[in-house]
């Protein structure tokens, strides 16, 4: 064994301490803006961290890359094009929105990191949109303890309406037990009596669903539970089982709560074997165009679009495919004219959607808001925020959770036909689901 | 002279060096921002891990794909103590890494009658296999949307409004130095030298009385046991542990910072740790900034991953802590006469010491 002479540990030891000083010589902690209080003077003041007399910075973390990559990483760009036309029209109190989000590969871990350097580092004034529900667990605690608002989390779990211990953070679709109830009193009208299967994702997203569907259908109607996981091995050898095990136990009605891939694996396994009951499908599931690409690739050019014809689905929002609806008109123009490169579908107007519920909640926060002004803001005024959505949120001083209901339409021909009633209720079994009666407001003409 | 006297022995030695970065480290710490500490913690996460595979692939010549697994033990163990129990942190750390040194065990049973290839592919099944059972026991372990870790409090005198990331890397660094004093005494002692003779010749280390299984069983337990403290601490910095955050990138990702760093050497885990939380953020920013089509700018990230991987391998066989005593006995040739103190690694000799020959995959490639 070598003999090391100390000389050299104390020259490992000053080498370190020269990398040290550099990396925070380089990566200093930029000087944090903020402290002052909302001020209600007409000039615009630096009132909060990502807030500059010119400027609002906002950050998210989303799959560009990784398995939910496909559709979900159209998101953030038609979020961009949304932000754009907004400080093309003179922005929000004339600062422009400028929003910076980062690559997270669906990984937690990968969350983790990347919402630490847009708080920490960058300075974002709130975290916007982050998507997937074990990706924004991963951060849920950490952005309470730094109060940075969370807003509208692209997730329909209904773990971030917990107003007392997740202050910061608000929910934007509807969460997954509302769909499930609004799926299955839908079913309850038109199939009534019927033997019915449920096919479900084994984690938050399934299960919430499955949740909505038993408080609606009674147990003995429901002939056969499947489920499969949410993983590469979960999906490897197709869903061919849990397809027969239905058929055999003769249901005629089944309620779907799967992500894109499992769907386009269902209907194809169904339709190898001869089976076509009614399909009932998550809004996760079912976005035509999406659908109509994963039914070709899998089936290797046998099977198509068509195959999704006839399910039935529901949406918060409107359809992508109703051009008489005059927010999908002017989303559809401002997608032709920022975010041209990303394919018009029901991902773009997800992504238009959410920015425009951002824009007014921080016209709802005041000329110069601090970060707790953004959130009782919508705490106050958000639950009658009307806009693209085709129900109120449920934003309270109490309730975090997002739009509180769905319209019910049928997959034709790669459109998304709505018609019909639209439906609220809330998660708790208590509350039956109604008819809500608002009408959708023309969006406006300026900002 | 310092030589002299009590700092001749290793133990004293290693504890001198540790304790002066240890104590510059803390000092630096005060200097960084918030997201720089949270890094370091992320970093030292890295080190302890691929410090641990360095020892067992680079030291006694065993290959595992499954260290992620490992990591995953010793993050769990940690957010389910924290979850039930209040102990107290070094307790909670100690526990994690025994329970991987358990599991290490477990595996190591099996993987001494492993070689090569099958050595591979067994600990590849483990990284594959393990998180997968988080999701068969979801209501104790969490399923697919796992635990939260809540990072530690700053111990009650540093204040109420004492930097979490700053504590956190204090913890973190604390650890990296327990660890690495640890190993190098490991390394310099009697262990060391079986586990070095066992790499380099099985049949001619059990002629010399070392009982070939049971020191390659003790490597595995030791690996392992450093791979749990390092998820231990990735734990309390991501704040969360979950299947997807130990995915079988992770364990490839530890082995190739044991490689790029240096196999065998405790230096060069420090700089593997270094690389695998700035590599990726580097091509990150790199595919950011040349505007490219999504569906190359997507994947450049892992390109470039590959291209320094391949590039390291080629010109540096022994890694970058391979380079720098190569950088620096050229350094020392030149400004003094006399033979140059060989390299700061756990393996000096021959076989890592000097510039490698390349092998004939590496010349027909």
Same mark, same amino acid.
């Given at each position: 064994m070598n003999i090391r002479p100390n000389r050299s540990a104390w020259r490992v030891a000053a080498v370190v301490a020269v990398i040290g000083l550099v990396a925070a010589a380089c990566g200093g902690s930029s000087p944090k803006t903020g402290g002052s209080t909302a001020s209600t003077s007409s000039t615009n003041t630096a009132?909060? =961290?990502?807030?500059?007399a010119t400027t609002i910075t906002i950050g998210s973390h989303q799959? !560009?890359?990784? =398995?939910?990559?496909?559709?979900?990483?159209e998101i953030a760009p038609a979020s961009t094009a949304m932000f754009k036309y907004v400080n093309a029209h003179g922005g929000v109190y004339g600062r422009s929105i400028n929003y910076i989000y980062e690559d997270d590969g669906y990984n937690p871990a990968n969350t983790a990191t990347v919402v630490r350097k847009l708080v920490l580092?960058?300075?974002?004034?709130a975290i916007f949109n982050g998507l997937g529900t074990p990706t924004h667990e991963a951060v849920l605690s950490f952005l309470q303890t730094e109060k940075v608002p969370d807003l509208f989390?692209?997730?329909?779990?209904?773990?971030?309406?917990?107003a007392s211990q997740d202050p910061e953070t608000f929910g934007f679709q509807t969460d997954y037990t509302i769909e499930g109830k609004i799926l299955a009193s839908y079913e309850q009208a038109h199939y009534k009596g019927e033997k019915v299967g449920y096919l479900f994702q084994n984690d938050d997203f399934g299960q919430g669903g499955v949740k909505g569907f038993d408080q609606e259908i009674p147990?003995?109607?429901?002939v056969s539970r499947q489920s499969y996981d949410a993983t590469a091995a979960g999906l490897a050898n197709g869903l061919g089982n849990q397809v027969s095990a239905i058929k055999a136990a003769g249901a005629k009605v089944v309620m779907l709560d799967t992500i894109p891939a499992a769907t386009a694996l269902t209907l194809l396994a169904a339709a190898e074997i001869g089976y076509s009951p009614v399909w009932i499908l998550s809004?996760?599931?079912?976005?035509p165009p999406t659908m109509g690409g994963l039914l070709s690739s899998i089936s290797k050019g046998k099977?198509?679009?068509? !195959?999704?014809?006839g399910v039935i689905s529901a949406s918060y929002l409107p359809s992508f495919?109703?051009?008489?609806n005059p927010w999908i008109t002017l989303f559809k123009s401002i997608h032709d004219q920022y975010d041209a490169n990303e394919p018009w579908d029901g991902n773009a107007v997800f992504g238009m959607a959410v920015a425009y519920t951002f824009v007014q909640a921080m016209q709802a926060a005041g000329?110069?808001?601090?970060r707790a002004d953004v959130v009782s803001a919508l705490e106050s005024k958000g639950g009658s925020f009307t806009g693209p959505g085709l129900v109120p949120f449920g934003f309270s001083s109490s309730h975090h959770n997002g739009y509180v209901g769905e319209q019910i339409g049928v997959v034709e021909n790669g459109a998304f036909n709505m018609s019909g009633p639209v439906y609220r209720t809330s998660d708790s079994s208590g509350t039956p689901v109604t008819t809500y009666s608002g009408t959708q407001p023309a969006p406006p003409s300026t900002f | 002279m310092l030589r002299a006297g009590p700092l001749g022995r290793p133990l004293v030695r290693h504890l001198a060096v540790a304790l002066g970065l240890v104590v510059v480290l803390f000092l630096v710490s005060g200097v960084l921002s918030s997201y720089n500490n949270f890094q370091v913690a992320l970093i030292s996460s890295y080190v302890i891990a691929v410090a641990g595979l360095s020892l067992l692939?680079? !030291?006694?010549g065993q290959i595992s794909l499954g260290h992620g697994a490992f990591m995953a033990v010793g993050a769990y163990t940690t957010a389910l103590l924290e979850k039930h129990q209040h102990w107290p942190l070094a307790l909670v750390l100690a526990l994690s890494a025994v329970t991987a040194a358990l599991a290490g065990l477990v595996t190591g049973l099996g993987a001494a009658r492993l070689r090569g290839p099958y050595l591979a592919g067994a600990t590849l099944a483990l990284a594959v296999g393990l998180p997968e059972l988080t999701i068969k026991f979801t209501s104790t !372990?969490?399923?697919?949307?796992g635990l939260p870790v809540n990072p530690p409090p700053p111990v009650s005198f540093l204040g109420a409004s004492f930097d979490p990331n700053r504590y956190l890397a204090w913890v973190a660094i604390l650890c990296v130095a327990v660890t690495l004093v640890l190993l190098a005494n490991l390394v310099t002692s009697r262990f060391g030298r079986d586990f070095r003779a066992v790499r380099d010749d099985e049949i001619a280390a059990s002629l010399s009385g070392i009982r070939v299984a049971s020191n390659q069983v003790l490597a595995f337990v030791v690996s392992a046991a450093c791979a749990g403290l390092g998820g231990a601490i990735y734990a309390l910095a991501t704040g969360i542990v979950n299947p997807a955050g130990f995915s079988l990138v992770l364990s490839i990702a530890i082995l190739t910072g044991a490689v790029i760093g240096g196999l065998g050497t405790l230096a060069g885990a420090v700089w593997g740790g270094i690389l695998l939380v700035y590599l990726p953020r580097w091509a990150d920013s790199l595919s950011n900034g040349l505007k490219l089509d999504k569906a190359i700018s997507s994947n450049l990230a892992l390109g470039l991953y590959g291209v320094v991987l391949i590039v390291v391998i080629l010109v540096f066989p022994s890694g970058l802590q391979g380079a720098l005593r190569q950088a620096d006995r050229a350094l020392r040739s030149r400004f003094r006469s006399g033979p140059g103190a060989s390299g700061a *690694?756990?393996? =000096? *000799?021959p076989a890592t010491a000097g510039p490698v020959a390349p092998g004939p995959g590496a010349e027909t490639s």
């Open positions: 009132s909060a =961290p990502g807030i500059t799959p !560009l890359t990784g =398995p939910a990559a496909p559709g979900y990483s580092q960058d300075n974002v004034f989390v692209a997730s329909g779990c209904d773990c971030w309406d917990n147990g003995s109607d429901v809004s996760v599931g079912g976005d099977a198509g679009a068509s !195959l999704e014809n495919s109703d051009t008489a000329r110069n808001p601090t | 692939t680079g !030291l006694n !372990l969490g399923g697919e949307s *690694g756990m393996a =000096p *000799g």
